[in-house]
């Protein structure tokens, strides 16, 4: 059974980090690229970073997050996170992890996804 579950959201101030982690089981960690995408309410699910195998080292970010927001990845733990600095009102989201068999920026190619964390950024 495939899970990817999401943790470290929460309640920040503008200005502020959050580091957000998706812990995954039940598929080949390394050999699947893995992305972030956030939807705020009334909003589409919307494209935030993406991450490729590692023998790749292709990363992608969505516009609104560049310079602010780092992806990375610990295939010994399965796991992915999102470092998110200097966090903005307009940050604010349930936040989703996903996985795919290759790396894209949009959803259709994920096959895998978490349930979301919450991130509030309060101005």
């Known amino acids: 059974q495939v899970q990817l579950v999401e943790s470290g959201g929460g309640l920040v101030q503008a200005g502020e980090s959050l580091r957000l982690s998706c812990a995954t089981s039940g598929i080949t960690f390394s050999s699947y690229a893995m992305g972030w995408f956030r939807q705020a309410p009334g909003k589409e699910r919307e494209f935030v970073a993406a991450?490729?195998?590692?023998?790749?080292?292709?990363?992608f970010y969505g516009d609104s997050v560049k310079g602010r927001f780092t992806v990375s990845r610990d295939d010994a733990k399965s796991t992915v996170y999102l470092q998110m600095t200097s966090l903005k009102p307009e940050d604010t989201a349930v936040y989703y992890c996903?996985?795919?068999?290759?790396?894209?920026?949009?959803?259709?190619?994920?096959?895998?996804w978490g349930l979301g964390t919450q991130v509030t950024v309060s101005s």
């Open positions: 991450i490729d195998i590692n023998l790749s080292g292709h990363i």
């Open positions: 996903a996985a795919s068999e290759f790396i894209a920026t949009t959803l259709v190619p994920y096959d895998y």
